[in-house]
């Protein structure tokens, strides 16, 4: 492994940086997104004689449920036990001075329990689950520590473009490994439960490349005493979160992205359980093959939304630019709820979200890093308060997203309290200051 302090704007550091993202999104696009709701809704339904679902109940503990609401409780039980961790091991590691470590444990654990996926079994439901909440705390909790090293390599200047280029890497990547994984479905015919398998090879074995090349710091932040290193690392976090109350400008940005955030990452949660189920396809092959397409329409043309909104926040700032983007989810949001029926509204959905996804995640994470006090040593903590108003912006929207399907008895009427979110969300951005200190924000 490369040793030695970081260097800022260095070409190889960056690379090595990015690459992760080439490799971990594959968890998200192709887990948590294409093929393993579909998978998981295909073996949890009941079918009849002619092969068509006529229930989508599953016994759960005992009792009964809609799959796709289990499947959002667990969910939101995986990102509660990120953030009870995160924060502890955040501070641990700043302490020591010995994040990539901690960034290659949660890697390996999420790559390994996506493997572990290849048993899941509707038959024990309970047991299933386990691989696949911790494959999310795995993909998560790497991401404290990967998210952390922004401000480290790049500049405030280059921060922007440096997050696009991690978010564009990881919607590039992904998609080949996806379309991978269709091939050996559709035409050579293998089970899609061995694309489980091809996730945790392809994380484990590009991320290489990062852990290699990404050097580590030689120092700790505040010591090396391994003595109550818990204890230690709770006093970390309560050290950060008393210079964020002091921080107006990071507070209330953080408040701000809670509530869109909440919205953008439930939507990417049940957006293919709420296609499933909502919009009318012809038969269950065109179903799956349009949700497919739909999928790979929101990575490729998520390349596109991240450099677009990389190149708007140069010209009007990270601020105004993140206001648009909240203004365009709110519009799909609305379009959903009203016309989104068939599958051509579908596509234009698709189309929509994959615009504005690569561009409000890259510009979040490269605003919080460019409102971060300069002489700070606690990046990880930073960013593990980011990551957990994230993850409990997550766990509060599936939750709310998942009890209102259950009580109406569909998933449509759930999408107004989205726009809900993201309304708050524009609210408080719009009461921040764009211009600090003589730079745009």
Not at 110 to 123: E, N, V
Not at 213 to 221: D, Q, S, T, Y
Request: hydrophobic letters at 50%; proline letters at 3%.
């Amino acid at each position: 492994m490369a040793e030695g302090n970081l260097k800022i704007d260095d070409p190889k550091t960056i690379k090595a940086w990015t690459f992760y993202d080439w490799a971990n999104s594959v968890f998200p696009l192709v887990i948590t997104s294409a093929i393993f709701p579909n998978f998981y809704d295909a073996v949890t339904s009941t079918k009849n004689d002619a092969g068509e679902i006529i229930s989508h109940t599953v016994t759960f503990f005992g009792k009964t449920f809609e799959n796709q609401n289990i499947y959002s409780f667990v969910y939101a039980f995986a990102l509660a036990i990120v953030v009870l961790i995160s924060p502890i091991l955040s501070g641990i590691a700043d302490y020591l001075g010995n994040k990539k470590r901690f960034l290659q444990f949660f890697c390996y654990l999420g790559a390994l329990s996506c493997m572990g996926l290849f048993f899941f079994s509707k038959y024990n439901l309970e047991l299933s689950f386990i691989p696949f909440i911790t494959a999310t705390v795995g993909f998560w909790g790497s991401l404290v520590y990967y998210n952390s090293y922004l401000p480290e390599i790049a500049s405030e200047a280059n921060q922007d473009k440096v997050s696009a280029r991690g978010f564009a890497m990881g919607y590039f990547g992904s998609s080949l490994l996806l379309i991978l994984c269709l091939v050996s479905i559709m035409v050579l015919h293998i089970p899609a439960k061995y694309s489980f398998l091809f996730v945790g090879i392809w994380w484990i074995g590009f991320a290489q490349y990062t852990f290699k090349n990404l050097p580590k710091l030689n120092h700790a932040a505040h010591g090396t005493d391994k003595n109550n290193l818990f204890s230690k690392g709770f006093k970390e976090l309560i050290s950060v979160a008393k210079q964020i109350k002091h921080l107006p400008q990071l507070k209330r940005f953080l408040a701000g992205y809670f509530f869109y955030n909440m919205g953008v990452q439930t939507i990417m949660v049940v957006a293919v359980l709420f296609a499933r189920n909502e919009i009318t396809w012809e038969n269950e092959q065109a179903k799956t093959t349009s949700l497919i397409v739909s999928i790979l329409i929101i990575q490729f043309v998520g390349i596109a939304g991240s450099f677009f909104f990389s190149k708007l926040s140069e010209k009007i700032g990270n601020i105004k630019s993140l206001m648009i983007a909240i203004f365009i989810w709110i519009f799909i949001c609305v379009f959903t709820y009203m016309v989104a029926r068939m599958p051509i509204h579908f596509y234009i959905v698709a189309f929509l979200v994959g615009f504005v996804m690569g561009g409000i995640q890259a510009l979040s994470r490269s605003t919080y890093s460019k409102l971060l006090p300069d002489d700070t040593q606690d990046n990880t903590s930073f960013f593990s308060f980011y990551d957990v108003m994230e993850k409990m912006g997550m766990i509060l929207g599936t939750i709310t997203f998942g009890v209102i399907s259950e009580m109406v008895g569909g998933m449509r009427p759930s999408i107004l309290s989205l726009i809900v979110y993201f309304i708050l969300g524009f609210i408080i951005l719009f009461t921040m200051k764009k211009n600090v200190g003589g730079k745009t924000v």
